[in-house]
């Protein structure tokens, strides 16, 4: 099993649409991945791990597939249209990254 | 529902022992954390978002907790001890931040 993480740095001052980003991109990026994403993850960061301090990221999300072919295979052909739909919720510029779990 | 991730971010040439940390670091932080900590998560990096480019972090981990304060009150005893247990599997040093789950 792998995980694509979508991580969303924090900023200060930079928004991020929480409603729409659980009631319509998500659905839309699972509705468009299908069948091989296993299972989808949304974090929202609180605090950095000092006292006081401000998270790393503002979001995290982590999408699961089986493998990474079976992740590039699904996601290919819906990559404009889901790249398209982030300036809707954010203009925030996320990090991302393929993990292979190792536990879960 | 909160996670607490601890982020390791990758470095060239920097080590880290997998074997030990699912074998030995996992296995004692969830025994020091109890019934407090209701699950944990561990992911290795393999690759970034763009063709060819490495992942930013070499290893991350999630900890599930039901609320921060019950985070905080399985951690605060133990904490010294987890955290001298870091070097025996890397020498990075980790980000770590509290996030609220949205969605899982």
């Known amino acids: 099993m792998i995980k ?22 998500i659905p839309m990026v699972r509705s468009k991945l299908g069948a091989a994403c296993k299972g989808a993850a949304v ?18 999300c982590h999408l699961s597939f089986d493998t990474v072919e079976a992740f590039q295979a ?9 790249m398209a739909d982030i300036p809707n919720y954010t ?5 991302i990254q393929i993990s292979e779990v190792k536990l879960s």
């Open 74 to 82: 699904a996601f290919a052909p819906h990559a404009a249209t889901i």
């Open 4 to 25: 694509v993480s979508v991580l969303y740095p924090h900023k200060e001052g930079a928004g991020f649409n929480m409603n729409y980003y659980l009631a319509s991109h």
């Open 43 to 60: 974090e929202q960061g609180v605090a950095g791990g000092a006292p006081g301090t401000q998270p790393a990221y503002a979001v995290m």
């Open 91 to 95: 203009a925030i510029q996320p990090v």
